[in-house]
C-alpha cells in the first residue's frame, strides 16, 4: 500500500482545487477509491437535510496507515457521486506555514487571519472553490477544507432553513 505525504497533498493541491489530485465538481467516489488506493465503502451523508436531495455520500478515513500525518480524511459527493467538498485534519500544526506558502503559489488569499497568538484561518479561492486553512490556538491538529461555492451556498440555505423551522416549532409551541 503506498503512503500518502504531506508533500503528495501539496504537489496535488496545486494541480487541481482538491486533495490528492482529485478535482471538486469532477471527481467521483470510484475515482476517490483509486487514488487512495483503499477497499473503502461509502455511505450516505450525515450531513443536514436539504443540502442534497437524498443527502449525498460521503467517504471518511480515520488514522490510516497509508497517510503520513493525517488524522482524518472527510470526502463529501454529491446524489451524482461527485465531489463536492474535502476535510482533511492533520496530527499538528507545524505544516500551516508550508500549506499556507504552497496554496498561496497557486490560489487566491481572499480573507486572512493570522494573529502572533490565536486562531490561524486564511481562506483562498479559485473559480468556483473555496479553499480554507485552520490551525487554533487550542488545538494541536491542522485543517485543510475544499469545497465549492454551490455547496457552500447550499448548506447556508440548508442550515437557515433549519433555522426557520426551530424558530416556528418555539413559537408554535407559545
Not at 487514488?35 to 437535510?49: A, G, P, R, T
Not at 485552520?134 to 485543517?143: P, R, T, V
Request: aromatic share 10%; glycine share 4%; proline share 1%.
Amino acid at each position: 500500500m503506498k503512503k500518502i505525504s504531506i508533500l503528495t497533498i501539496l504537489s496535488s493541491a496545486l494541480l487541481a482545487a482538491g486533495p490528492f489530485g482529485l478535482e471538486l465538481s469532477k471527481s467521483t467516489i470510484d475515482d476517490a477509491l483509486n487514488v487512495l488506493d483503499c477497499n473503502k465503502e461509502y455511505s450516505k451523508s450525515q450531513f443536514i437535510d436539504g443540502v442534497y436531495k437524498n443527502n449525498g455520500y460521503y467517504l471518511e478515513f480515520n488514522n490510516c496507515k497509508m497517510m503520513d500525518n493525517i488524522s482524518t480524511l472527510v470526502l463529501g459527493f454529491n446524489d451524482d457521486k461527485v465531489l463536492e467538498y474535502a476535510a482533511i485534519s492533520f496530527n499538528n500544526k507545524d505544516n500551516f506555514k508550508n500549506l499556507k506558502q504552497s496554496l498561496q503559489s497557486k490560489y487566491k488569499i481572499t480573507s486572512s487571519v493570522e494573529p502572533f497568538v490565536g486562531d490561524k484561518i486564511v481562506e483562498f479561492s479559485d473559480k468556483n472553490q473555496i479553499i480554507k486553512l485552520e490551525a487554533m490556538h487550542m488545538s494541536f491538529s491542522l485543517s485543510l477544507s475544499y469545497y465549492t461555492k454551490d455547496f457552500e451556498v447550499r448548506i447556508n440555505k440548508a442550515l437557515k432553513e433549519k433555522e426557520r423551522k426551530k424558530q416556528e416549532k418555539n413559537t408554535n409551541m407559545l
